[in-house]
């Protein structure tokens, strides 16, 4: 099966479509649960699909190290491995790579780099990252990047250069897209010139889907809100367009005001795993005292299974005495949050309602709330 993008409706830049897979359509925009490890942190898959995810994403560096990439190929691939019978993003492993692992050289073949888990020596090239992603067997890959600190040109400008490189032996190595979409990133930090300038190398190798890498890396919410402003449009429409690592609440609204289609991030279980919850008028810990005896939903008229279930005072009580049941429930409660969040809004462009209404009155309750605790 070839993939096949779909935009059925769209308000201003925003729009609603579905980019069909051999494993299922995926409804765009869509927030995509990490699952790093082939598994989602403290949730199941089948709880994954009573929360109307339609595609989990998982890490390529990670599974390379632990369990191995052969070893889930051997056991039927990550659909198989983890049960999840839905739409797999893999990521590159040149986030990690260049985050978590002890660089040993980067040269313009490749990265060597020790583990962070045992110190063993391992190395990534372009086309070492496409067999590990083959093996894993998700639907859509990434190319090898090179991800750079966002504001030091120089820096970013040789990595713009690398990124083109790698992609273009990314696509030699996997230049058939009928079962695994190989995805293009788009680098270049704050820098409008490097970014038009990576998009247009990009393009010319003709990716059916485009990813914007390179930010919520430590620029400001500013210059990540133009950067889009100025890369978005040089995508082409009749592709998925995908903002990595990126999960904010008012983030994924500015992002799909300016024409993303896919996110993901591992906010909501890492915040879970930390006591705190997301909701409409910003964020709650339950670790605090006042929630002891409170008798309330985390966020009331919210529809999950915890806040239909539970009372932040039992939530505060599992996370202090440090019950896994703790995490299931705020982890289940924070990635509802955020498809519903996206799904309202992509049912707002179908449907024709205003969707600026809808940031407006999202962001005057939420960023308010965030800058007051």
Not at 298 to 327: M, N, S
Request: proline residues 6%.
């Amino acid at each position: 099966m070839t993939f096949e993008f779909e935009v059925l409706k769209t308000q201003g830049n925003a729009r609603a479509g579905i980019f069909h897979t051999p494993h299922g359509p995926i409804p765009t925009p869509v927030f995509a649960p990490v699952g790093t490890q082939a598994t989602v942190k403290a949730v199941l898959p089948r709880d994954l699909h009573e929360l109307h995810a339609s595609l989990v994403l998982s890490n390529t560096y990670h599974l390379h190290l632990r369990p191995g990439d052969e070893l889930v190929r051997d056991m039927g691939g990550l659909h198989q491995f983890m049960q999840w019978p839905g739409p797999i993003l893999t990521d590159s492993g040149g986030f990690q790579v260049f985050s978590l692992a002890q660089i040993n050289r980067i040269d313009e073949d490749g990265v060597t780099f020790r583990s962070h888990i045992d110190g063993s020596l391992h190395r990534f090239t372009p086309e070492i990252s496409m067999q590990i992603q083959q093996n894993l067997g998700a639907d859509i890959i990434m190319c090898f990047d090179q991800c750079p600190t966002p504001r030091d040109r120089d820096v970013v400008e040789a990595a713009v250069t690398r990124t083109t490189n790698w992609a273009r032996r990314c696509r030699e190595a996997h230049p058939d897209d009928r079962q695994q979409a190989l995805f293009g990133i788009v680098q270049g930090g704050i820098f409008e010139d490097l970014r038009a300038q990576s998009a247009a190398d990009l393009l010319a190798m003709d990716f059916p889907g485009y990813a914007v890498g390179g930010l919520a890396v430590g620029e400001s919410k500013e210059e990540m809100y133009q950067t889009l402003d100025t890369t978005v449009p040089l995508l082409p429409p009749d592709r998925p367009r995908y903002l990595m690592g990126v999960g904010e609440p008012d983030d994924l609204i500015e992002g799909i005001m300016r024409g993303i289609d896919i996110f993901d991030c591992v906010i909501p279980t890492r915040l879970a795993r930390h006591g705190a919850a997301m909701i409409r008028t910003g964020r709650i810990n339950v670790r605090n005292l006042e929630y002891a005896r409170d008798q309330g939903p985390l966020d009331p008229g919210c529809t999950c299974y915890t806040c239909q279930h539970f009372t932040r005072a039992y939530l505060r009580h599992l996370v202090k005495a440090k019950e896994i049941l703790g995490h299931m429930l705020l982890s289940l409660h924070n990635i509802h949050f955020l498809i519903q969040h996206v799904r309202t809004m992509r049912a707002a462009i179908l449907d024709g309602h205003d969707l600026q209404a809808y940031r407006n009155s999202f962001l005057n309750s939420y960023r308010q709330a965030v800058i007051n605790q």
